[in-house]
């Protein structure tokens, strides 16, 4: 009976050997008892971790400097930044004298913008502003530089880069009252007159008349030129002090440094200086027409821009 079951397998042989793989994968599959070193074999060698290499730098790599060394580097940074903010975009000025009061004091420090006027903007009434001196006005202002040669050195490096007033140029500032073409008079103790219309000017230093002791005018202002007055009438030596020298009393626009707008120091007086409303009335005509000059700046970037732009895009087309 055997005999016949063996013999009733149909299809190929088995090839000899095959069962014994069979149970090598069944084995493989179980865990391995300890001790046993033929499953370490089947494993392979044990893993042994790498020690960490030290990177090696490649030959254009810096090493990183130190503080100290990066430090003067900083500070020339910083210095010409100072620099370039100081010559086109805003600087800060001392004020000397009582002749703002009291809407500067003595010792504010203002902040004036000197981008605007890059563009032919021209001072507009109203404004607070700084001014190289028309010629004669500070004569009798005493020297502020040092008579110490080292001291004096140091001064002109921080006025230059714009950390501190410098005691060559002699600047003022004042409130423009009157624009070119302006008619500008004050009689008696005021009001001040601008066009024909009066000025309600609540920034006078308390106890000031509007014409302070220097009654004046009618007096029309010369084209391109400002007529200036500061807020202490009776202690500023403005445009009502200087009628009999070129111009007038009035100051040219090209001597105009810029506008100031903002008090910055010390930080208890931090106040902005805006326009007063009395500037704003009917007839005084504040909304100035942008002359040719004025315009030609911008337009002259426009002109020049759209052009460019066109080729660029018909270049990338």
Known sequence: MGDLVIGARSGAGEPEGSGNRTAQST???????????????????????????????????????SFWKELPILIGIALVLALVIKTFFVQAFSIPSESMQNTLQVGDRVLVDKLTPWFGSTPDRGEVVVFHDPGGWLNDEPSTQSSNSVIRGFQDVLSFIGLMPSANEKDLIKRVIGVGGDTVQCNGTGPLMVNGVALDEPYIYPGATACGTKPFGPIKVPPNSIWVMGDHRDDSLDSRFHMDQPGGGSV?????????????????RWSTLP???????????????????????????????????????????
Not at 32 to 57: I, M, N, Q, T, W
């Open 27 to 65: 084995e493989s599959a179980e865990p391995s008892e300890p001790g046993d070193d033929s499953a370490a074999d089947r494993r392979g060698p044990a893993e042994v971790p790498e020690e960490p290499v030290e990177r090696e730098k490649p030959p254009g790599e810096r090493k990183q400097r």
């Open 252 to 268: 040219p626009d090209k001597d105009v440094i810029g506008r100031a707008f903002v008090v910055a120091w010390p930080l208890n």
């Open 275 to 317: 326009i007063p409303s009395t500037f704003s009335q009917k007839g005084i005509s504040n909304q100035k027409a942008l002359s040719a000059e004025g315009m030609a700046p911008p337009l002259a970037a426009v002109g020049g821009a759209l052009p460019f732009a066109w080729w660029v895009r018909r270049r990338r087309n």
